[in-house]
Structure formats: C-alpha cells, structure tokens
C-alpha cells in the first residue's frame, strides 16, 4: 500500500480565497503555530465581497465552521488570537448580543481551551461619544453599552510549546517591561487611522499578540487577512504567514503594500496561481510600529475602485 502523500504548505502567501474552502484545500492537518484573525462581525459593514449582514444562526454556523478548519489545522501546541467586540447589537436580526459570550461557547465546543482574555485600550478613544442612552435621565431602560473590542487567547492541546524557536524577548531591561507589560490582560493600542479596507485592525494587535505567543519562524495563520495586517506583522518579526481574503480589490491593497516595499518577499496567489515580487525584502525593522504605519500611500478603502481586478489598477502594473 502507498504512504499517505506528503502536502507541502507554502507559506508567506495569501489566497484569495473564501476561508473555510481555503484552509480544507491548502492547509494540512496539526501545521499551525499560531492564528491571529479578526473576522467579519455581522454587524452590516459594507464589505467588499462579503454579506456582513447574515441571519443571525447563519453567522453562527460560519462562525462554527470557520473555527473548526482552524482547530484542524492548529498543532497540538498551536494557539488563536481572536480579535472581537464584547459585544454587538444587531437590531431586527437578533438584537443584543454578547458575542464573547457566543464565540466562546462555540470554541468550547469545538474542543478549544482558554488561556486567557485581553482588553483592548485604545490610546486616544475616537469612539467614545455614545448617543443611544435609551431612557434620558431615567432608570427605565438605560441603554449600557461597550464600544471595546478584546484578545480571547485560546489553544488546542497543550498551552506549554514542545518545539520552541527564538524568542522575541532578550534579557534587556526593555524586553523584561515590555514582557510584563503584555502578560497583564489589558494592551494598549493606537487606532488604525489608515482605512484601508471597511474594517482593518490596528497593527499593534497582531504585533503584540506574535510577541507573546510565537517564535521566530512559527507559521501563523490569518483566514481574514484583510489588507494584510497580520502578513506585516509576521514579517516584521521574522515569522512565516499564510492567509485568506475574500475580496479581490482588499488582496490589491495587500499587493500595494508589499509594492511598497513593506512585504516584498511577499507572494500572493489567486485561485493557485502565484505571481508577485521577487524584491529582496527592505522593510525597515528599526522603525516603531507608529513610523511603519504612518508611511504608506495605498489607496484607501473608500477610493478604491471595486473594479479593480488583481491584473490590472492601481497596484498591479509590476505583476508577472
Ligand atoms: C474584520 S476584517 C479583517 C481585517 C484585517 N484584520 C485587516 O487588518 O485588514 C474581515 C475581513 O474578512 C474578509 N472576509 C469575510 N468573509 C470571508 C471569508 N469567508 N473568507 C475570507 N475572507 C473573508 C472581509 O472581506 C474582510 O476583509
């Protein structure tokens, strides 16, 4: 009988590519360190190609599926970073919800086990003006509300690593506070101001999250890459990434970044085909996270053509 045949995951690529499909053709078994992801909340944001406005138990069951492609293709030491709001109010499709509380029961279920709960502070609060108090000046029905968003930090198996690479910390004075400092469940992080996609998170989340809970070299894997925050991060700390996005004009974003020299050794692939840039990678590792990302001039979101396809517009003239 012939031995199963060995898959080779290649790695520093993102697919565009609808996830939970993605990971069952691309990603083998327990090949995993780390997920780091944001998904899409179901909270009507206008993605490009995505319905961000599903019935509620259809959120769920995505949720569930998504989630147990990414236990199947955790190691047994492989860990998750979910990036997600407290809590979210859907209206006429389910109301309030408390969707930590959601996610995690669907977690549990699929066999994760926790390891601990962030909360994100934002540096300068741009949200912070509510205007729905429900009953003004009463008690009768106040309207309480969290605009924050958290970490929930989960594993497969086993919390301690078997196979342990370079650590990001040294023995400096620096690395010691800054190890302190994200071991203490609160991060502070600045706003992404930059828009590049509806829906982008701050680069700090990723950078801090692969601080704490990868090595050098780990493979991490981001199956909502959106304009590729988690792929700088990875690169920034020497670590390999694999991803998924479903709209083509947010991979164009992606593509703009690593033309801008950011993620040059970077490589995207559509429905398999590979094509990108050879570029040795000049991505300035002395800059602050500030500096990094206040440099880039991609299109934003919103000036963005939806036409855009990945062989022609705005970031694509150098592709092979
Ligand atoms: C919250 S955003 C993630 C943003 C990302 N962290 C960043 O910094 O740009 C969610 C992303 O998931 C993408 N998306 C939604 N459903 C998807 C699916 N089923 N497969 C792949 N990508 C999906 C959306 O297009 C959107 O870009």
New binding site residues.
Partial sequence: MCPPPIVIMETNKIYNM???EGMKQIIPDDSINVVIT???YNVGID????NDKMEWNDYLEFAKNWLSEVYRCLKKDGRIALNIPYEINVMKRGGRIFLVAEYWKIMQEIGFKFAGIVDLQEIQPQRVKLTAWGSWLKASAPYIYNPKECVIIAYKEEWKKQDVGNSYFTDSDKHKEEFKELVYGMWKYRAETRG??K???SYDIPLKALKILSFQEDVVL?????????AEACIRLNRQYIG????KS?CNTMKCRTEQERLSADTFTQNSTSFGSDKPNSFNKDLTATQQVASPKCPSDTSLNPDIKLNRGICSQRLK
């Fill in positions: 609808e996830c939970v944001s998904p899409p993605y490009d190609s995505w590049l996609t829906a982008n998170f981001d199956p909502f890459m959106g304009s590729g925050t988690t998924f996005e479903i709209s947010y």
